[in-house]
């Protein structure tokens, strides 16, 4: 994924900077709060309060903008990166050959450019970014109090270590949830794109209560699948509160009787516990952020396993491109079977003439269509070789070949458009 983002630069760099700018601005508000405590307050001097006040206003503003750019480049990487990606997904689907098609569900294929690609898109771009916000916020808050107060800091550490710590267990182990339950989206999504195509069979056969019962089924699996994901962040969310409260109550408990003794000032006590506090949105926000790129990584697999697939009709980079197709078919001793092993052609040979008329005759499933396909290399013979005016088909530039080639398809098709348009189709 991080490839899609390496084109556009200009945007990753303004977007990080701008989130980098208001996570310190962040960090220096507790400090200015500190100062005006213990030099305002306990000094009884009201220039340090204004002061504190004016700096803070300051800050609020330079935020603002830094927020405005981390959100507007964040996104704009979101939307272009999906952009990208569905283009690039559409784009390999059309590339990858009949065997390919053969074997993949419809429903499934649109079950992955749209809901894994939304959910790949919901981390890439904003989501990417915050969660590298919230660790730089993190590593930032611990280095802040380290600096405050070294002794009050390493009594907190132990659980602010904790949570983080069990908030990556929980992404890892709801990874192979989320995947389990994008893949059940494909099926659902199969499911219906098949029972809608072959409508016209339901009705007339009065199939719709099976096919109801069938749908109901694998939506139950989705469901129980989601539940389960439910389950495991109700049962984390308790435990990252608990842990929160931990930190202040130990920071007010040993923390409380130093700023009494005077070894600690009441603002360095105060800052100590904004930055615990700081931390519980992003904690949150952490745990939210891994349950997404759980998710996004599990989209993304779906995505990239299709975008990988290799493409078994391979065209030579010295293929060559016929001026003008005479129509001399030859097939020399060529064998062929389907990617399930099933042998369909043995040993084939015969020669067609130019202006020649042949018919294929043939009871179901004894290799007619097979024959035809092997012409305009919607597959490749397994062995044996194929020639068109002499030459291999698989010597010659695909979509030279296939634009020689005048088909009509057993099963007719009608695209979203004029009857001139798909008349016209072809050409």
């Known amino acids: ?131 590298v916000s919230t660790v730089v916020l993190l590593v930032g808050v611990l280095v802040a109090m380290f600096l405050e107060n070294v002794q009050l800091t390493l009594l907190v550490v132990g659980p602010m270590l904790f949570l983080v710590g069990a908030t990556l267990r929980f992404g890892y182990v709801v990874r192979d949830i989320f995947k389990a339950i994008q893949k059940q989206m494909g099926v659902l999504s199969a499911t219906m794109q098949e029972s809608m195509t072959g409508i016209n069979v339901v009705k007339a056969f009065a199939r719709e209560p099976y096919e109801l019962d069938k749908f109901d089924s694998e939506n139950e699996v989705w469901f129980e699948q989601r539940r389960e994901s439910i389950r495991m962040w109700a049962n984390y969310w308790p435990f990252f509160t608990f842990l929160l409260a931990a930190a202040v109550f130990l920071l007010l408990w040993f923390g409380g009787p130093m700023a009494l003794e005077g070894r600690v000032t009441v603002g360095t006590i105060f800052a100590l516990i904004s930055y615990v506090l700081m931390l519980n949105g992003p904690t949150l926000r952490l745990g939210f952020l891994v349950n997404m790129a759980a998710t996004a990584s599990a989209s993304a697999a779906r995505v990239f396993e299709i975008i990988d697939t290799p493409n078994v009709i391979q065209e030579k980079p010295d293929a060559k491109e016929l001026p003008r197709m005479q129509g001399d078919v030859r097939f020399e001793n060529v064998s062929f079977a389907y990617a399930n092993g099933r042998s369909v052609l043995r040993d084939i040979s015969f020669h067609v003439e130019p202006d020649q008329v042949v018919a294929l005759i043939g009871p179901t499933g004894s290799g007619k269509s097979s024959v035809i396909n092997l012409i305009p290399r919607f597959y490749d013979p397994s062995r044996g070789v194929v020639r068109v005016d002499g030459m291999d088909v698989k010597d010659l530039r695909v979509k030279k070949l296939r634009r020689n080639i005048g088909i009509v398809l057993q099963n007719p098709f009608l695209f979203n458009a004029t009857i001139a348009e798909n008349i016209a189709y072809g050409r």
């Open 1 to 131: 994924l991080l490839g899609y983002l390496k084109p556009h630069g200009r945007q990753v760099l303004l977007a990080y900077i701008s989130m980098i700018v208001a996570a310190l601005l962040n960090l220096y508000i507790p400090q200015v709060i500190k100062n005006a405590i213990d030099q305002g307050v306990n000094a009884q001097e009201a220039r340090g309060l204004f002061t504190a006040a004016g700096v803070i206003l300051v800050i609020a503003v330079v935020r603002g903008v830094a927020a405005f750019g981390q959100r507007y480049y964040g996104n704009w990487l979101t939307h272009r990166v999906a952009y990208d990606l569905r283009n690039h997904f559409y784009a390999r689907i059309q590339s990858l050959p009949f065997a390919f098609h053969d074997q993949a569900k419809t429903g499934d294929l649109m079950s992955r450019a749209t809901s894994d690609i939304s959910e790949t898109e919901r981390f890439t771009g904003i989501g990417m970014m915050d969660l």
